[in-house]
Every structure is written in C-alpha cells, then in structure tokens.
C-alpha cells in the first residue's frame, strides 16, 4: 500500500526516475523536524480518542440492556448523522460500537490533517516561494510532493498503529482493529490525495485547502444521506471515500475489499495530480492570471471595501457549498418518519425517544453542524488580520490616515456580516430543503429560528479570535482548540462522561434548541455579553500593541 | 502646506523639524534594538539614514510611524507625537517600506488608487507619468510582480501623493539602475517642492548624489551626523602629487599618513592620505617642493561608512582595512 501510493510520481521516464526524486529522503526528515510538535499532536489525538471512548463503551457493555439502548439510539435519524451505517446493532458489542460510532470521526480528524499537511508542504511552499530556494538546491522536481506524500502516509500509518494497540489492549479483536485502522488511514490518504490535486488546480493554498474541504463536506453529506435512505447504507454512501472504511464492517462482519476503493481512488488522484504537474509551471496554477483594471473602481475607498475586495469569494464559495450541503441533507427529512417506523416494534427504542421527537432531533443535529460550519468561517475570516500583519500588509495600511480602530474594525465587520451570511443561508437551504421534501414534524421557521439562536455563540467565536489576535497574536490557534472542545462537547459530552462545568466551556453549550424546548433569553443575553466583552477587549488591544513585522 | 516647509529651508530652521528623535530607546525582550538614538530631519531637507543590517534603522522609522511605541526617550514627527497623532500625520506623509507586500489579489494600479485614496489626495494625471517613468504596468496582479516591480507600485503610490515627508525604507532594493536614476530624480523634485525626505538607505551613492545630511547608526545609536561637507571635514582626503624636490619630510608632518613615493620621469610621484583639518598646512609645504600635478579626492561616503562599521567588522574577525580599501577602489573605479 505505501509502495503504491508513493509510485505515481516515479513514473517519469526511467532515465530521469533517479534524479526526479533526489533528495526526498532529506525532505522528508526537514519536514518530520518542522512539524515534529503538530504531527506529535495529531498522532497521539485519535488513539487518545479511542481510548476515552472505549471506557465508556466496556462498562455500557457490562448492562445488556444499556447496550441494546443504545443500539436504539444509534438508529435513530439524529444519530445516522453523526455515527455510520448501523452494522452490527442486533447485538451491539463493544468493537461494532466502536467502529459504528467512531469511525467517521476518526476519518474526518485524520482526513483534516492529511489535506492540510500536504497543502502546507506543496502549494503553501510553492506560493511562499520557500521551496524555490529548496528546488534550486539538489532536489529533484517530485522530490518535494513525493516527500509531502511520504510524511502523510507516515502519520497515517503511526496512527493506524497505536489505535490498533489501544483498541487490541482494550480486548477487542486484533485483526479487526488492524483492519479498520488501516481503513481509517486509506481514507484519510484519500483526502491527502484530493488535496495534492487541488494544489495543482488552484494558485493559493487557501483555495486548494477550501476545495479538498469542500470535498470531505461533500464526502459527509452523501455519507449521511445514503445511510438515512437505507441501513448499511444505500449507493449514495458508497460515493464518499468515509463510508469505505465503515463499510469494512469490523467486529460484526469483516470484510477487506472496501479499503480496496481508497487505493484505486489515490493511485488514480495521484495520475491526475501528476499529469496536472507536468502541464504547468512551478508557482503557476493551471488558469495563468488575466490582466485586470488599471484604475481601482471608485468604491475602493476604505478599509472595508478592502477587506470585502479580499474576503468576497471565500464567502461566495463558502455560501455556495455549504448551502449546497445543507440543502441536500434537508431533503431527507421527510425519510425520518420511515426510518422511525421500521423501529417502531423495537421497544427498547420507543423507551428512548418518543416518536413525534425524532425529526426535531435530527434537525437539531444538522442546524448544529450548519452553526459549526459557520464558526469555522468566522474563526477562518477574523483570523486573515493576522494573515495580513505577518505579510507586512497591515503595517503598510496603517502607515495610511488609517487608525487601528478603523483597520480592525473593517476586519471584523466585514467577518461579522460574512459568518451572519454563511449562517443564514445555510440554515435557510436547510429549512427549503425540508420544506422540498416536505414535513410536517418541523416548520419552516422553526428551523429558522434554531439557527438564528447561534449567533450570540458564533459572535463568541469572532470575538475571541479578535481578542487573541489583539492580545496574543501568537496563540490565535487556541480558538480552534475551543471550537474542536465545541464539537467533542456537542457530540460526545454523553459519551465521555463530561461534568457540568467542562460542558459549560462551550459556547455552543448556552445556545437553546427551540425545536425540542423552550428558549433561554438569559443564555442569549449571556452569550451576547460575553462576545461584547470580547471584542472592546480586542478593540483596546489592538490600540495598544506593537504592530510586528515579519 | 508645502510652501510653508520650503520657505522654512531658506530662512533657516525656523520652524520645528519634519523629524526630531531623542534618546530613543526600544527593547524587544532581551534584544536593545534602539539604545539612545537621535536623529533629526529638518524641514524640507533630504536626510540619509545609513547603519549596518540590524543597526535599528527599521525600528527607528516604525516607531516614528506610529507601529511601534518606544520604551522612553522623545520623538516628534512634523510636529506631533507620532504614537497619539498617527491618523493625522499619516495624511502628511507617504511611506515605502524595503519589502513591500500588496495584496494579491489586487493589481499594481488599484493599489495605488486604494492608497492615494485613502490620504485623500489622488490625482489621476500624476500617476499616469509616474507609472511612464517608472516603467510599470499597473493592469497586473500583485502576486504576480517581481520584487522590484512590487517596489515600484510603493513608490508610485508614495510619489503620487503630494505630502510634507516622505518616510523611505531602503526604497530601491530590488530596483535596477535605471530606475534608482528614476527614484533619484524623483526625490530631488519632491525637495524641490518643499518635502523632506527620511532616506534610510544601504546604497551609499543613493544618499550621496541627494542627501543634504546624514546619520550613521550602529548598534541602537547613532555614531555621526551631520551634513556630507562636515562629515568629511572629520575625515582624510587622498592627496596625489608629482614634485620636483623630495617629500619625504611631509611623511613626518602631523596629519600626513601613508606616504608613499615612486621615480617618475619628471620628478618624484608622491601618494598620501592626510586629515582635513591639517590640510592648510600640509598644502604650503607641497607646493614649496614645485608641483607638476596634484589631485585631492575627497573622502567617500564609503569611506566615512567604514570607519564606523569597520571596527564593528574588526571585532567580527573580518580584516576590516582591506574591506574598506576594496569598497573604496571599487568606487574610484566607478568614477
């Protein structure tokens, strides 16, 4: 498999094999050293996961009836969302719970870092023109993508490796554990893939990052809409490289041949990426840039306009897929009320949910992942002030009549009214995609307003990006590690076990789901407070710091 | 504005300085990037501003642009506190920084339109000739330029404007020499129309064809200024004659350094070095020897910059003579 995946760019005639791939080995030690902190990270993380998790499944498993229940439970729509294909829920052990439950978030962890790990060591290394400096030594030119490649096979399987050694400690099967591990890593590599084709595509790292997102959203939603239309799964899921691994079936019914899937998908990416190399330039995207206006259009008078000039197709892609995904996800509403009448005789499962519920839940669910969606865009939008200082461009604007003030104030509203969009229109398509499908379990405004109810916690989002950037432009990435709390809080609070207090660190935690309750105007009034806090804090910051140079 | 700032350079420093920074001091962490520096820029007046990489001079200018606030000692720009007045005096003055970052995603010219913009004066006919001398093509995308293209688009957006200061960073790396010839003339008509002009530069002959004065830092201080004439009044001048008697006796006379002789045809080739300040009384006595020829070179700028930078060099274990003689008959070759 790791011969396999490295193999595509050897393919050069065999005269130049050799020297194509010079220095590779070196490469990949610099690269090991650079991102020794973050790889160590992201390699311990996933087995960490597993083992949290494992705990509470062993002793749910020592109470039969605790594990039929939750077998329920994982049938229900909601729960097809954020778990998988249901094998193995006629007698739910503990391997079939792990791998029904957890797979898909281990592929999406894992799946998250391959991209960004090879875009970081190709396109980004390209665009910094950091890696000129490296091609002009001897390096052959597949030296440093093969390199990129290598190291991210090589997280994956030190991944695969640990998690099966967690997974065969805790007394699960060994070959399954390997199996699914593996299948875990073959779908992250296929993302990594994806990746290393976008990078060809696109000029900047962050549109090659966007895309080969916007390919794992996509990955997801065919997942969850082919696992609602059927259990196991319909054709729709076998579409998206996360059901490949899922569809292993380990602990209930092995079966190696899906993992097969992912390594025809990244040797066929990896002929796509490479015949893309060869037809264009080091630096060049494959489109070369068109002249454009000589003369700036009169509205390019403040910093606003300029922040809007720069964040304007971020936000009109990030509206379109998303939106996209929302919608297509709405449309299986009206499939909840079938999936809840095939278990309608399973009396365990009435225990667990009344029946008029299941919709509202599973709507809660995706109105949730569309507020994640847009925190993630907020985090993304505030955080390019910082983008714009390391470049220097921030340090000239403000030698402009520009004051700090108005400079982050243009950041942050253009941020503000780019996140309130993402928001809106994703839980409008899924409100018009329920209504498409027709329900009666969910109104159109209901849905509405349970989205509208995260603004206050996405507001919390931007302000302490802002705060940290004003404060600690060093420790910006801790908003990301409270938005990944966010989801583990949303998602597996049950699970693990989590007190009170450590859910109350999430903002989305304070946010009231109208559909299954009432809503908690303090909370609203709390949030909102907070974010305010937030950003005067940032204002004042900002005001008063060194504005610092590369 | 600008009349009143060129009529303060004829009737003398009457007004406050375009620049005055004293006992400037900035640490970061453990590092003393500024350690007791002045420099003062008079109105109207091009100042060069020259030290080694890491001297400070960077720090020095962002500190006076309002980005970097300093630990103690006073600076005043065009008369106000460049930390507190920052919006106000940046609608005063054009910057170029040594490395100019652009947004990608705009081309050269909507750049210079969004800064013009912003200090509220853009004047469409300026930068058509400005773009025609320089040589740019506004209609590309900014990721797309080179770095001395990128230079350039800071230069134009600086020029463009008319202002009373102009803040220049090492403006012209990256740029050839027909465009540093552009750069030059450029900075002398913005003289010509009143502007002072901060020039913090490496190119040593840059500051010398338009500076009216200079500062030397190193190490956070400065370590000289004032203008050319009085930095070279400090310094030697290398004296070339062809006499008729012996000049020997010179060798010993106090000042005179590195008296060399050689036969020539017609007399005796004498080469030496002697201090300006002895230059009155060293010139009586050549010229009771019978002088065929005589030529005087005044020190370079080069050479005042090495004095200073060369012991630094010293220190470092380079031979700092030779460095210094190398860069100096490298420019009398140029010539």
Redesign the interface.
Known sequence: MSAVTAAPPLSAPAARGGTTLTGTWSLVRFILRRDRVRLLVWSLAVPALYLASLGEYTSMADDPAGMQARAALVQTPAMVSMTGPGYGTDDYTVGAAVSNELVLWMVLALAVMSIMQVVRHTRAEEESSRSELVRAAAVGRHAAVVAALVVVLLVNLVVAALSSAVLVGAGLEAVDSVAMSLGVAMSAMTFGAIALVAAQVT??SRGATGLSMAALGAAFTLRTIGDMQEQHGSWVSWLSPIAWAQQMRAYVDLRWWPAALGAVAIVLLLVVASSLASRRDFGAGLVP?R???????PS???PSA?VW??QR?ALLWTVIGLAFMWFATGTIVNQVGSMTESLADNPVYASVLGSGEVTQAFVGIIVLYAALGAAAYGIVAALRGKAEED???A??A???????GRWLGANLAVTSVGTLVVLVTGVLALAGGAAVAGTDDVTFGQVTEAGLLYLPALAVFVGLAAALFAWAPRATSLVWLLLEYTIVVSLFADLFHLPDWARRISPFWWVSDPLTGDVDWAHVGGLCAVALVLFVLAFVGFR?R??A?K | MTTTAASTTRSGATTAPAVEIHDLRKSFGSVQALDGLDLTVEAGQVAGFLGPNGAGK?TTI?VL?????ADSGSARLLGGDPWRD???L??R?A?V?G?????????G???I???A????KPD?RRKAELLERFEL?????A??YSKGNRQKV?LVAAFVSQVDLL?LDEPTSGLDPLMEAVFTEQVREAKAAGTSVLLSSHILSEVEKVCDTVTIIRGGRSVESGTLDDLRHLTRSAVTAVVDGDPSAIGSMAGVHDLATTGNGAGTRVTFDVDNSEMGRVLPAISALGVHSFTAQPPSLEELFMRHYGDELAADGVPADGAGRHAASTRAGAR
């Open positions: 000029e900047h840039d002249p454009g206006r000589a003369d700036a259009l390019l008078r403040s300029l000039v720069q197709m470049a220097g461009r340090e000239y403000l030698t402009t009549p520009v004051s700090r008063r060194d504005v140079t | 960077s962002r642009l309002g980005l970097l606030r920052a919006v106000a940046h609608r003055l910057y920084p490395d100019v970052s652009l947004w990608p995603n705009l081309t010219g909507e750049a339109d969004y800064l913009r912003l200090r509220g469409k093509d506004p209609t590309k995308k990721r797309t800071a803040v």
